[in-house]
Protein backbone atom coordinates (compact mmCIF):
# COMPACT_ATOMS: atom_id res chain seq x y z
CA UNK A 1 0.00 0.00 0.00
CA UNK A 2 1.34 3.49 -1.01
CA UNK A 3 2.05 5.70 1.86
CA UNK A 4 2.36 9.31 0.99
CA UNK A 5 4.38 12.32 3.00
CA UNK A 6 3.84 15.16 2.17
CA UNK A 7 6.53 18.34 3.14
CA UNK A 8 7.11 22.07 1.83
CA UNK A 9 4.56 24.09 4.29
CA UNK A 10 5.31 27.19 6.05
CA UNK A 11 4.32 30.33 7.09
CA UNK A 12 4.78 32.88 4.12
CA UNK A 13 3.31 36.42 3.12
CA UNK A 14 0.79 37.31 0.54
CA UNK A 15 2.15 37.72 -2.75
CA UNK A 16 4.89 34.99 -1.89
CA UNK A 17 5.62 31.59 -3.62
CA UNK A 18 5.25 27.68 -2.21
CA UNK A 19 6.17 24.51 -3.74
CA UNK A 20 4.76 21.49 -1.88
CA UNK A 21 6.17 17.76 -2.50
CA UNK A 22 4.57 14.50 -1.89
CA UNK A 23 6.83 11.60 -1.81
CA UNK A 24 5.15 8.05 -2.24
CA UNK A 25 6.42 5.49 -1.16
CA UNK A 26 4.73 2.06 -3.05
CA UNK A 27 5.68 0.77 -6.22
CA UNK A 28 1.83 2.02 -8.23
CA UNK A 29 3.29 5.52 -7.67
CA UNK A 30 3.53 6.29 -11.68
CA UNK A 31 0.43 3.98 -12.40
CA UNK A 32 -1.75 6.36 -10.00
CA UNK A 33 -3.17 9.54 -10.94
CA UNK A 34 -2.68 12.31 -7.67
CA UNK A 35 -4.55 14.75 -5.80
CA UNK A 36 -4.43 17.77 -4.23
CA UNK A 37 -6.45 19.12 -1.10
CA UNK A 38 -6.89 21.45 1.78
CA UNK A 39 -8.59 22.37 4.71
CA UNK A 40 -8.81 25.48 6.47
CA UNK A 41 -9.64 25.74 9.90
CA UNK A 42 -13.30 25.29 10.67
CA UNK A 43 -14.06 24.06 7.14
CA UNK A 44 -14.46 20.76 5.59
CA UNK A 45 -11.49 19.40 3.23
CA UNK A 46 -11.59 20.93 -0.45
CA UNK A 47 -10.03 19.59 -3.61
CA UNK A 48 -7.32 21.87 -5.54
CA UNK A 49 -5.58 19.85 -8.17
CA UNK A 50 -5.58 16.84 -9.85
CA UNK A 51 -3.12 15.33 -11.95
CA UNK A 52 -3.35 12.15 -14.19
CA UNK A 53 -0.73 8.98 -14.20
CA UNK A 54 1.48 10.23 -17.26
CA UNK A 55 0.70 14.17 -16.22
CA UNK A 56 -1.12 15.13 -18.88
CA UNK A 57 -4.31 15.97 -17.80
CA UNK A 58 -4.86 18.24 -15.27
CA UNK A 59 -7.41 20.15 -13.11
CA UNK A 60 -7.52 22.75 -10.87
CA UNK A 61 -9.98 24.54 -7.93
CA UNK A 62 -11.28 27.75 -9.58
CA UNK A 63 -10.10 29.47 -6.27
CA UNK A 64 -6.23 28.58 -7.37
CA UNK A 65 -6.70 28.65 -11.23
CA UNK A 66 -3.81 30.63 -12.21
CA UNK A 67 -2.16 30.94 -8.93
CA UNK A 68 -1.01 27.22 -8.42
CA UNK A 69 0.11 24.12 -10.78
CA UNK A 70 0.22 20.48 -10.21
CA UNK A 71 3.19 18.67 -12.04
CA UNK A 72 4.84 15.20 -11.32
CA UNK A 73 8.12 13.20 -11.24
CA UNK A 74 7.44 9.19 -11.77
CA UNK A 75 10.79 9.11 -11.56
CA UNK A 76 11.28 10.27 -8.44
CA UNK A 77 7.56 8.73 -7.06
CA UNK A 78 7.02 12.72 -6.25
CA UNK A 79 3.78 15.20 -6.53
CA UNK A 80 4.09 18.61 -6.39
CA UNK A 81 2.19 21.80 -5.96
CA UNK A 82 3.98 25.20 -7.21
CA UNK A 83 1.72 28.03 -5.46
CA UNK A 84 2.19 31.41 -6.54
CA UNK A 85 0.36 34.40 -5.51
CA UNK A 86 -0.55 33.33 -2.42
CA UNK A 87 -3.28 35.03 -0.34
CA UNK A 88 -3.95 34.44 3.09
CA UNK A 89 -6.90 32.69 2.26
CA UNK A 90 -4.86 29.79 1.00
CA UNK A 91 -4.07 29.24 4.62
CA UNK A 92 -4.69 25.30 5.34
CA UNK A 93 -3.34 21.94 5.64
CA UNK A 94 -2.32 20.67 2.59
CA UNK A 95 -3.28 17.04 1.55
CA UNK A 96 -1.99 14.73 -1.51
CA UNK A 97 -3.70 11.56 -2.27
CA UNK A 98 -3.64 9.07 -4.92
CA UNK A 99 -6.01 6.75 -6.70
CA UNK A 100 -5.93 4.09 -8.88
CA UNK A 101 -9.23 4.97 -10.31
CA UNK A 102 -10.26 6.88 -12.79
CA UNK A 103 -10.07 10.94 -12.33
CA UNK A 104 -11.66 12.94 -14.65
CA UNK A 105 -14.74 15.88 -14.24
CA UNK A 106 -16.47 15.44 -10.50
CA UNK A 107 -14.09 12.64 -9.91
CA UNK A 108 -10.98 14.50 -8.97
CA UNK A 109 -13.16 16.07 -6.11
CA UNK A 110 -14.63 13.09 -4.70
CA UNK A 111 -12.49 12.32 -1.44
CA UNK A 112 -13.94 8.28 -1.87
CA UNK A 113 -12.60 8.31 -5.02
CA UNK A 114 -8.33 8.49 -3.51
CA UNK A 115 -6.92 5.32 -1.81
CA UNK A 116 -4.40 6.38 0.14
CA UNK A 117 -4.15 10.25 2.09
CA UNK A 118 -0.80 12.12 3.63
CA UNK A 119 -0.42 13.29 6.89
CA UNK A 120 -0.66 16.74 5.75
CA UNK A 121 1.39 19.82 5.57
CA UNK A 122 0.63 23.13 6.99
CA UNK A 123 0.65 26.62 4.80
CA UNK A 124 0.16 29.60 6.68
CA UNK A 125 -0.39 32.97 4.65
CA UNK A 126 0.27 36.06 6.92
CA UNK A 127 1.26 39.17 6.99
Known amino acids: QEQLVESGGGLVQPGDSLRLSCLAS????????MGWFRQAPGQERQFVAA????????RYADSVKGRFTIFRDNAKNTVYLQMSNLKPEDTAIYYC????????????????????WGQGTQVTVSS
Open 51 to 58: ISQSGVYT
Open 97 to 116: ALTTRLIGGTRDETESNYDA
Open 26 to 33: GRTFSKSN
